[in-house]
């Protein structure tokens, strides 16, 4: 599998949309667990004054979303099964919309990708402070058939121990962190045993056995061997 990158004009805002899709794989036998896809565009997280705030300009957290699961379904539509599940960011506003949920539903519905191929992946700062509302989004997420992950690469606050790593997909981990990093390790072998798949984000190909010992079983942007 090689890293694509699609740039789509999206019909509805007629703008250009980049969009790369980074393979998922096994770090020793290279087999596939799907793609990340990385965004050209963040949600601006930031509060609205004025006439912008009264526009139709400015997209609440899960209509973006939405938006976004709909050009990356367009871009995606023609690859086989070994890219999916797809890991798409997502802001954690989205977790404070009623929306979100029945609003990705929605967009995904009039795609040819199913939500079982789709991974909403959500910064672990958004999970840090264990909020039970937080959790409840994350449920409805995953009743309408959403996977859900958790981008580990800055920080690793998230208490998977609780009733949120029952309804989590995969988190991922800077590789560069691991060695120097007992606790990370520890997150690591836990959420594995817990049946969570643990990505390592920049892994070298000659560490494989060593992740593997500690229950990452997949890497992405993988390095070649020097």
């Known amino acids: 599998m090689r890293e694509l990158l699609q740039t789509k ?10 969009l790369r899709f980074t393979p998922v794989m096994h770090v020793l036998d290279g087999g596939s667990y799907g793609t990340v896809c990385e965004l050209s565009r963040q949600y601006e997280e930031k509060a609205s004054f004025g006439p912008a705030a009264m526009s139709g300009g400015v997209s609440g957290p ?12 367009s871009a995606a539509h023609t ?3 070994r890219m999916r599940p797809i890991i798409v960011p997502a802001p954690a506003a989205a977790l404070n919309d009623d929306n979100t949920a029945i609003g990705c539903d929605a967009a995904v519905r009039r795609t040819t990708l199913c939500q079982q191929e789709i991974s ?3 910064q672990d700062s958004a ?3 264990g909020r039970k509302d937080n959790l409840h989004s994350v449920a409805s997420l995953r009743k309408r058939g959403f996977r859900v992950s958790i ?3 800055k920080s690793w606050h998230t208490p998977l121990r609780d009733g949120l790593g029952l309804l989590i997909d ?16 520890d997150i690591c072998e836990s959420a594995s045993a817990a049946g969570i798949l643990v ?6 190909w000659r560490d494989g056995a060593f992740l593997d010992s500690l229950g990452i079983k997949a890497g992405v942007g993988m390095r070649a061997d020097c």
Not at 199 to 204: E, L, R
């Open 127 to 129: 999970f840090a402070d």
């Open 79 to 81: 690859f086989d099964n």
């Open 62 to 73: 899960a209509k973006w979303l939405a938006d976004r699961l709909l050009e990356v379904a």
């Open 151 to 153: 981008d580990m690469r």
């Open 170 to 185: 995969s988190i991922r981990v800077d590789a560069r962190e691991l060695e120097a990093n007992e606790q990370l390790m």
């Open 199 to 204: 990505i390592a984000d920049k892994a070298n």
């Open 120 to 122: 909403l992946e959500f």
């Open 9 to 18: 004009v999206v019909a509805h805002s007629g703008q250009k949309v980049h």
